[in-house]
């Protein structure tokens, strides 16, 4: 079975810090993977996605994660964090021809002011 | 475009009662997916409706369980209450496929069992 790993959990960072939130998938064949984020008091939404092309992938408000395929990642970035990025981030994989999606456990990013 | 509304968005049950969920999708989407999500556990995937039929399922007991209505909305139901169904659950709808089209993720409904 399909297993995804965030290996950090909580995160505090200062505005203006560059960010980058680990996630690791187990199953070596076709994947899709996803980032999404959940504003403090706010619905779980998509940040961005990837189902082929190029390995790096943008997303809304600045965010990006690339695809290293030998590595089994999908990490997302930001080079710059701002107070309003205060929130909880789940990475999630899709793989080997099923759409049931698998999440990880989030990782809870505080950035102070 | 309205989003994913559920209802109720809190509802406290003791052990043996049931629930039921109601979930009303973004309009035009014809998948809704249900979710589970704890502290312990994270994020994880109930089941899938589409056109009215189970599509998906994930590892959950029979006492959850679900249907979908010709208007694409949702109801999710658990039975015989246990301490750990305390969650929050979670609605989703996508135009037609999970996996390949996004996913509007509703509000919740905090579910809490004494």
């Known amino acids: 079975a399909q297993s995804v790993s965030q290996h950090n959990h909580h995160v505090i960072l200062s505005e203006a810090a560059s960010l980058e939130l680990g996630c690791n998938y187990s199953?070596?064949?076709?994947?899709?993977l996803f980032w999404y984020v959940q504003y403090p008091g706010q619905h779980l939404q998509l940040l961005l996605k990837?189902?082929?092309?190029?390995?790096l992938v943008k997303g809304i408000k600045g965010f990006e994660a690339e695809f290293i395929k030998s590595k089994f990642s999908f990490n997302l970035r930001k080079p710059s964090v701002q107070w309003s990025d205060t929130a909880e981030y789940f990475c999630a994989v899709t793989s080997g021809g099923s759409y049931i999606p698998t999440f990880g456990r989030g990782t809870s990013l505080i950035v102070h002011p | 475009k309205a989003g994913v509304t559920q209802t109720p968005r809190y509802l406290i049950k003791t052990r043996g009662q049931q629930v039921t969920l109601s979930c009303s999708p973004i309009?035009?989407?014809?998948?809704v997916s249900w979710y589970q999500q704890t502290p312990g556990q994270g994020l994880q995937f109930l089941f899938e409706y589409f056109s009215e039929t189970q599509r998906n399922k994930g590892n959950f007991p029979g006492r959850f369980s679900g249907r979908q209505f010709s208007n694409s909305r949702s109801e999710m139901n658990v039975s015989t209450l246990e301490l750990g169904d305390s969650a929050l659950y979670l609605c989703?709808?996508?135009?037609?496929?999970?996996?390949?089209?996004?996913?509007?993720f509703g509000p919740g409904t905090r579910l809490t069992v004494l």
């Open positions: 199953y070596g064949g076709t994947v899709n």
């Open positions: 309009s035009g989407h014809r998948s």
């Open positions: 990837y189902f082929s092309g190029d390995p």
């Open positions: 989703a709808s996508s135009l037609e496929q999970i996996g390949a089209d996004t996913q509007y």
